[in-house]
Every structure is written in C-alpha cells, then in structure tokens.
C-alpha cells in the first residue's frame, strides 16, 4: 500500500491547478496533518475543495499524537512539516509530498522518500494526467 502526507505548499499549489485528486493515481492514501488544513484554509479560503478530496477517499485527515517531537520539530519548521514529519513515523508512511528543503532533508534522514510540486507536475504531464504546464 502507498501512503503518502502531504504538505500545505503542495496542496495549495495541487488543488488551484486542479490536479490533487489526480495523487490517487499513484497513492493509496494521502493524510493532511490537521497543521495543514489549518493553513489551506486560511491561506487558500476554499473549504469546499478540500472537503471534496477528503469525501473522494483518498485523501485523509490526520493528527500528531506525539506532542514533544513536534514540538521539537516546529523550532525548526512550520507546523503543517513538522506534523507531517512526526505522523510519518506514527503511522508508517513512505512518501512525503513537501517543498521545503529543510523538511525534505530531515525527511530523507527518516527514510522517507520525498516528492515535489514540481516532480509531481512533471510526472502528471508525462504520464498524460495533465496538460503541459
């Protein structure tokens, strides 16, 4: 099973160009740490998509449960990274969609294998999920 969590920068930039739902093609599951949703909606202000993709099944709410690591990751990150970081490891997940290269670094140091916005658009327009962008 492919799991992956994703990050806000991701997740804004997938869902203006209308393509988040598109991550169902090669992810089982997608979790957005509650951070994340916290800054999608505050930044993007379109509650109505969001709830969309998580109707849609792929994508699923999440939350951290270990504070402290979190708290020790924020110093260093924003919150919706390092949520998304420490729930990897609660819940055993492969892939972290994320463009800020600090976070992709720790990422990589846990096993992760990271993905970016830009990897993730070239890959759909290759793969003929999305027009040339």
Excluded: W
């Amino acid at each position: 099973m492919r799991i992956a969590i994703i990050d806000s920068s991701c997740l804004i930039c997938l869902v203006h160009l209308n393509l988040a739902s598109k991550l169902a093609h090669y992810f089982d599951v997608v979790y957005v740490p509650r951070s994340v949703q916290i800054e999608f909606n505050r930044k993007h202000r379109s509650r109505y998509r969001l709830n969309k993709l998580f109707e849609a099944g792929v994508f699923q709410k999440c939350m951290c449960k270990d504070e402290t690591n979190f708290r020790l990751l924020s110093a260093e990150l924003d919150a919706g990274e390092a949520e998304g970081l420490v729930q990897a490891q609660e819940r055993g997940v492969e892939f972290f969609l994320v463009d800020e290269r600090k976070a992709r670094e720790i990422g990589v140091r846990q096993g992760l294998t990271r993905y970016g916005t830009v990897r993730l658009l070239a890959r759909f327009c290759l793969e003929g999920y999305a027009e040339d962008i």
